[in-house]
């Protein structure tokens, strides 16, 4: 068993997206700050309505998936294959977009708090173009383990805790995701595996914890190195941190805004497709 050390500190930039939603975006805020497979992550909360009331209107994808992970509040996903989800508490929406999907996300609350987390995953060349997707799910749907010093939400992966094997609400993916919300306890101390050859994240979102005798910091992407395990010790208040997993794809990435492709050619064949009505044809 190898221990899995903190490697690189990515912290979260303040900037806006959609129609002016403040977020913090830690992988991704430029091309070369990415975590193959994963593209970008995105940190949303304030208790203030016009950091986030105007939403995220319609807009095109291509190439790529989107986990939305709704910590507190209210949003409605509507796309162009007649899909609708109620976002709240503890759910996730996990959509493909494959050839090319035009959806909106918008707040169904004009008050209070509203926190989460979007990921972008890439797809593989031989998958970018697969008919686009979408899933809901529940909070109920994520399995919740409780181990010794912790507790984990485990949205998506497979994981080996006490000799027995958890799986999450999303398996079977090429890139095979880990992503789990730990929960520890005031003081608490636990060791979690992680797949060896993934590249792998924490994002320390509440309280304080370490890795091993590295503190991590708050809401950035806690970049670690090769292993199979890790070992997370909380503060006097407890954690919440995100455990983020991956294998790696390896190839080239071309993106233009809402376009994630291999090749310059086919971002130019993307922007043909929307201009002409075709993206999602």
Same mark, same amino acid.
């Given at each position: 068993?190898?221990?899995? &050390?903190?490697? !690189?500190?990515?912290?979260?930039?303040?900037?806006?997206?959609?129609?002016? =939603?403040?977020?913090?975006?830690?992988?991704?805020?430029? %091309?070369?700050?990415?975590?193959?497979?994963?593209?970008?992550? $995105?940190?949303?909360?304030?208790? *203030?309505?016009?950091?986030?009331?105007?939403?995220?209107?319609?807009?095109?994808?291509?190439?790529?998936?989107? =986990?939305?992970?709704?910590?507190?509040?209210?949003?409605?996903? +509507? *796309?162009?294959?007649?899909?609708?989800?109620?976002?709240?508490?503890?759910?996730?929406?996990?959509?493909?977009?494959?050839?090319?999907?035009?959806?909106?996300?918008?707040?169904? !609350?004009?008050?209070?708090?509203?926190?989460?987390?979007?990921?972008?995953?890439?797809? %593989?060349?031989? +998958?970018?173009?697969? $008919?686009?997707?979408?899933?809901?799910?529940?909070?109920?749907?994520?399995?919740?383990?409780?181990?010794?010093?912790? @507790?984990?939400?485990?949205?998506?992966?497979?994981?080996?805790?006490?000799?027995?094997?958890?799986?999450?609400?999303?398996?079977?993916?090429? &890139?095979?995701?880990?992503?789990? $919300?730990? !929960?520890?306890?005031? $003081?608490?101390?636990?060791?979690? %595996? =992680?797949?060896?050859?993934?590249?792998?994240?924490?994002?320390?979102? +509440?309280?304080?914890?370490?890795?091993?005798?590295?503190?991590? @910091?708050?809401?950035?992407?806690?970049?670690?190195?090769?292993? *199979?395990?890790?070992?997370?010790?909380?503060?006097?208040?407890?954690?919440?941190?995100?455990?983020?997993?991956?294998?790696?794809?390896?190839?080239?990435?071309? !993106?233009?805004?809402?376009? =994630?492709?291999?090749?310059?050619? +086919?971002?130019?064949?993307?922007?043909?497709?929307?201009?002409?009505?075709?993206?999602?044809?």
């Amino acid at each position: 068993m190898t221990e899995r &050390t903190l490697k !690189q500190v990515i912290p979260g930039a303040e900037t806006s997206d959609g129609a002016g =939603v403040r977020i913090k975006r830690s992988l991704g805020q430029h %091309p070369s700050v990415r975590l193959d497979p994963f593209l970008m992550l $995105d940190e949303f909360g304030s208790a *203030d309505a016009a950091d986030y009331i105007a939403g995220f209107p319609s807009h095109p994808h291509r190439g790529f998936e989107t =986990v939305t992970y709704m910590i507190e509040g209210h949003m409605l996903h +509507e *796309d162009h294959l007649g899909n609708r989800g109620e976002l709240r508490n503890g759910g996730v929406q996990w959509m493909t977009a494959g050839r090319g999907i035009i959806h909106s996300e918008m707040p169904q !609350q004009e008050e209070g708090v509203m926190r989460g987390f979007q990921l972008w995953l890439n797809l %593989p060349a031989a +998958e970018k173009m697969t $008919d686009a997707g979408y899933r809901d799910i529940q909070p109920e749907d994520i399995p919740e383990i409780t181990v010794t010093g912790a @507790r984990i939400k485990l949205i998506a992966g497979t994981m080996t805790l006490d000799g027995a094997s958890h799986q999450g609400a999303v398996v079977g993916r090429s &890139t095979d995701p880990l992503y789990a $919300d730990l !929960q520890l306890d005031p $003081d608490g101390q636990a060791t979690l %595996p =992680v797949p060896a050859g993934h590249n792998a994240m924490l994002y320390l979102y +509440e309280g304080d914890a370490s890795l091993g005798e590295q503190a991590l @910091r708050r809401s950035a992407a806690n970049v670690l190195g090769d292993g *199979d395990r890790i070992t997370l010790s909380a503060g006097t208040n407890g954690a919440r941190l995100l455990l983020i997993a991956g294998r790696p794809i390896g190839e080239p990435v071309v !993106q233009y805004g809402p376009f =994630v492709m291999n090749t310059r050619e +086919e971002i130019e064949q993307a922007l043909r497709d929307y201009q002409n009505g075709r993206l999602t044809a």
